[in-house]
């Protein structure tokens, strides 16, 4: 699989946190730190930071993700928010299927399907979650269980359409507990879902797929992690509410 076929991509994932104050701050100190990065940088903020990531990324190189959208247009689903009104707004991209609404509330692979179905037609560019729980691990069926997620949550999805998907492998056990994945066990499934894409569609689809790695990915381990053959940047939770950090990460995979 040819690493070169493919650009990497850096997304923070600030999940509940910073107020509209403190996005901009951010989005304002890390902008020339970033600048003249090789790789796609994103920044997925909560739905009330969205404007106000918009205006301060105006003009540079980060582009701007929700953390979760509807599968319906509209209707009553309080406290939902559709694809359409992400795109009204000029968000481009969206994380779906992360493991803390997996957990915390009843995300499933079929309205993970259906999320990044009506993701996809609305025209936003889908940050795919997929990864394992620890007993799954403990049970040997990672690989099982990832291609699994993979398969049903891309149900539907053509080939042609793959290019608006990036596929985040985030084993549960690594997320916000400081435990990372070693680069070896990060880049081991990254390519099974990669064969399982090709499996999918066909092997041009595989190479082309970006597929990231997200765990207490920091400054300190994110050189080695994106260096693996492949994995192609990551999603990154706390170490992305640092300008100066994340900064570190996009430099390590812009090399
Ligand atoms: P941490 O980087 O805080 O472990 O979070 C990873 C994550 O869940 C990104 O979506």
Not at 16 to 34: D, G, H
Not at 157 to 182: C, D, F, M, R
């Amino acid at each position: 699989m040819n690493k070169k076929l493919r650009k990497a991509v850096i997304a923070g994932n600030w999940k509940m946190n910073k107020t509209r104050s403190e996005a901009k701050s951010l989005i304002e100190e890390l902008k020339p730190l970033v600048a003249n990065a090789d790789c796609d940088i994103v920044v997925c903020v909560p739905f009330t930071n969205l404007e106000t990531a918009l205006d301060a990324s105006k003009g540079s190189n980060i582009k701007v993700g929700a953390q979760n959208c509807h599968f319906e247009k509209s209707g009553a689903f309080t406290g939902e928010i559709s694809a359409d009104m992400l795109v009204e707004m000029g968000v481009e991209y969206v994380v779906i299927g992360h493991s803390e609404r997996r957990q915390y509330f009843g995300e499933t692979d079929v309205t993970v399907n259906k999320r990044t179905r009506a993701a996809i037609d609305a025209g936003l560019t889908v940050i795919l979650c997929v990864g394992e729980m620890l007993e799954d691990r403990e049970l040997a069926i990672t690989d099982e269980l990832v291609a699994m997620q993979t398969k049903i949550a891309l149900n539907g999805v053509s080939k042609n359409e793959l290019s608006k998907i990036i596929i985040a492998y985030e084993p549960v056990w690594a997320i916000g507990t400081g435990k990372t994945a070693t680069s070896a066990q990060a880049n081991e499934v990254c390519a099974v879902i990669r064969t399982t894409i090709e499996k999918i569609y066909d092997k041009a689809a595989a190479d082309a797929m970006t597929i990231q790695y997200g765990g207490s990915m920091n400054a300190a381990n994110a050189a080695e992690l994106v260096a693996q053959p492949d994995v192609d940047g990551g999603l990154i939770g706390g170490a992305s509410l640092k300008a100066s950090d994340f900064a570190v990460i996009i430099d390590a995979a812009s090399k």
